[in-house]
């Protein structure tokens, strides 16, 4: 099964701000709650330690991931793959007509292993406001 999940946030910076935040590896790692640790592997690679709450995995699994397309400062696009699931994330910079920048997120989570395509269903919208939360928190980045 498929999970699929698209949010719009506008907010109330530059978007080069807005850009340098979403287009952070670590800072997009950092904003999930099953992320419990980030290693930078490469220029464009990582590896993201994540626990999933669900019965068929005991322990924390490793999500290598890589930004597959990035185009400064309006695109930026990754791939995260592990046994249990595969995740696609594209995030787009709209800079609107009232200088407000409007971020575009959309995922895709293709589950591997039973209960996971549960999880991500039931909580993709919890993690979408963990990262509007974390970009809230951001210096020069503020919601409305």
Same mark, same amino acid.
């Given at each position: ?12 910076? !530059? ?12 800072e997009r790692a950092g904003a999930i709650s099953v992320v419990d640790d980030f290693e930078e592997t490469g220029e464009n690679t990582a590896v993201w330690h994540v626990a999933l709450p669900i019965p068929m &995995? ?17 695109? &930026? ?17 709209? !800079? ?12 895709? &989570? ?12 039931? !909580? ?21």
């Amino acid at each position: 099964m498929t999970v699929r999940a698209t949010r719009e946030f506008l907010l109330d910076a !530059e978007p080069t701000a807005v850009w340098a935040f979403i287009s952070d590896p670590e800072e997009r790692a950092g904003a999930i709650s099953v992320v419990d640790d980030f290693e930078e592997t490469g220029e464009n690679t990582a590896v993201w330690h994540v626990a999933l709450p669900i019965p068929m &995995v005991s322990s924390t699994m490793q999500v290598e991931t890589e930004d597959v397309q990035i185009d400064p400062p309006e695109y &930026v696009e990754f791939v995260g793959k592990s046994r249990a699931f595969r995740v696609t994330g594209e995030h787009t910079i709209e !800079e609107t007509d009232n200088g407000m920048t409007r971020l575009v997120n959309q995922f895709v &989570v293709d589950g591997r292993l039973p209960g996971v395509e549960t999880f991500f269903e039931r !909580e993709l919208d919890g993690e979408m406001a963990n990262l509007e939360a974390a970009m809230r928190d951001e210096d020069g980045v503020e919601m409305r």
